[in-house]
């Protein structure tokens, strides 16, 4: 084979390369596959499944988007909560808080994001539109007086630029959320598949957002949390996450100014902390909102 051959099939090969691979993880970031685990998310039905009653409801975006959630009443209660799910999740992913912040008085609602209603997932660039959406059906249709918000994973990360958009809301927990959306991909790339972060990540980025039509890069819950003080936030996170490191976790407390809470039990599962340390979760949860709600 001559020289010039070669070196066209070698040039074929780098541009199939660094053009299949962003597509491949472009898709992972915009179209997860949503799915329950009851090894993971434990409840995987409706929350009759935890005893509570509930509304089927329909959160409706500007962008018109209809997502179907749940809605958990708790008497004459005029404080609320929004479970906010994570990546690839649904809305079930706080029934395992729902028993115990149900009990202690608050009204829930569990919010389906707008992956799950026939549209991508963005890792809280749109996101956030979902959540204000859902913040102005608890304020103005169910008439609540106080709300806040307990993210999971990305939903911590779109409660977190949510909140500092939003100064309706009147405290924050963050459960399991990175610092940095780029920052989260390119570990989880190396990780998982051995790919360095240059060149292939900044491609995916850009790929991104052409594909998503967002900033990418503007992802950075780091730089927005500190903007929701005098608000108070508490982050929750694994010691030894296997998907979000700890890093993050320290990041975002470090960012965050007064008033803030953290709690970093000891357990290895990406968002798992109800799992493995139920009781002192629950309790730690129920204590934060009681106090800022």
Known sequence: MKKSHRIFILALALLLILSYIPWYFSSLVLYP???CKKEHHVYCETPKEIGLDFENVTIETPSGLQLESWYMPSGNSKKGVIFVHGHGGMKNEGLRFANSLHKA????????????????????????EDLISAIDFMLNEKKLESVGLFGFSMGAATSI???????????????????????????SAKRDFGIPYFPLIPIVHQVLNLRGDMKFE??????????????PICIFHCNQDNYVDISHAERLFNAAKEPKEKWIPVCTKHEQIWNTNKEEAEKRAVSFFKKNL
């Open 33 to 35: 596959s949503v799915n």
């Open 105 to 128: 008085g608050f009204n829930l609602l569990a919010l389906d994001l707008r992956r799950n209603a026939g549209s991508f997932a963005s890792m809280g660039f749109y996101e956030s």
């Open 161 to 187: 630029l949510t909140m500092e958009k939003d100064k309706r809301v009147k405290a924050g927990l963050f459960s399991s959320g990175y610092a940095s959306a780029i920052d989260v991909m390119s570990e």
């Open 218 to 231: 503007t992802i950075v819950p780091e730089n927005k949390i500190g903007n929701i003080s005098p608000r």
